[in-house]
């Protein structure tokens, strides 16, 4: 049993999760059909999904719903697509052992030719991290869903909003952690993190992203990065 890795990608560009609105059974029968972490350069929204859904694996055996929406992302072996595009990089730059002529050689220098372009002209993937926020409101008597439209409210290049959950704190008192997706160049001032040689321009900085949160102050005291992880 696999999982159809390109149409789920499709699936998660534009929703959280396999069906609905919160982890269900049908993300932890997607998830184990994966069974292992998904590359992230080639599915970015799957490798952002997998580790989100690998946080819940304590929980995975009580997760409400059904498997059957997960059917649909099972099968359809994406080895044949991989192996086309690896036939399709795998230029044969020498030809068989018979083209000797000139014929031949034009040949070979014409797809030496494309096959140099071809490498230049791929575009440079953005290394991304999946970032685990947690927004604390005043007291018990903050609208926590006033206070959540307000963070997803932030919009700009570079930053990808996902799912999000009310933790209990104490005293009837509930924090909301929301998961986000980020430029790999945002997390610079975490230094103890990243290797030294990082050089990405900057898309999105957490520290300009907190800082936007706190702005709306009617309903936030403070922001912490709770968990932070590379894809």
């Known amino acids: 049993m696999s999982a159809n890795l390109t149409k789920l990608e499709e699936h998660l560009a534009t929703r959280s999760y396999v069906e609905g609105y919160e982890p269900s059974q049908a993300d932890v029968h997607v998830f184990a059909a994966i069974g292992s972490v998904p590359d992230a350069t080639k599915n970015p929204h799957v490798a952002r999904w997998y580790a989100h859904i690998k946080s819940y694996a304590s929980e995975h055996g009580s997760l409400p719903g059904s498997s059957k929406a997960g059917e649909s992302?099972?099968?359809?072996?994406?080895?044949?697509?991989?192996?086309?595009?690896?036939?399709?990089?795998?230029?044969?730059?020498?030809?068989?052992?018979?083209?000797?002529?000139?014929?031949?050689?034009?040949?070979?220098?014409?797809?030496?030719?494309?096959?140099?372009?071809?490498?230049?002209?791929?575009?440079?993937?953005?290394?991304?991290?999946?970032?685990?926020?947690?927004?604390?409101?005043?007291?018990?008597?903050?609208?926590?869903?006033a206070l959540e439209d307000s963070v997803r409210s932030i919009e700009q290049e570079g930053l990808v909003w996902g799912a999000s959950k009310l933790v209990?704190?104490?005293?009837?008192?509930?924090?909301?952690?929301?998961?986000?997706?980020?430029?790999?160049?945002?997390?610079l001032h975490f230094t103890t993190c990243l290797p030294t040689s990082i050089t990405e321009d900057e898309l999105v900085s957490l520290d300009d992203l907190q800082e936007k949160i706190a702005e709306f102050e009617d309903h936030v005291q403070s922001t912490d990065v709770a968990a932070m992880q590379k894809l």
């Open 168 to 187: 209990a704190v104490g005293f009837g008192i509930k924090k909301l952690q929301i998961t986000l997706v980020i430029g790999l160049s945002s997390l």
């Open 73 to 145: 992302f099972i099968g359809g072996d994406s080895a044949p697509a991989a192996a086309a595009e690896d036939e399709d990089d795998e230029v044969d730059l020498f030809g068989s052992d018979e083209e000797d002529d000139a014929e031949a050689e034009r040949i070979k220098a014409e797809r030496v030719a494309a096959y140099n372009a071809k490498k230049a002209n791929k575009p440079k993937t953005i290394a991304k991290s999946v970032v685990t926020l947690e927004v604390k409101p005043w007291d018990d008597e903050t609208d926590m869903k």
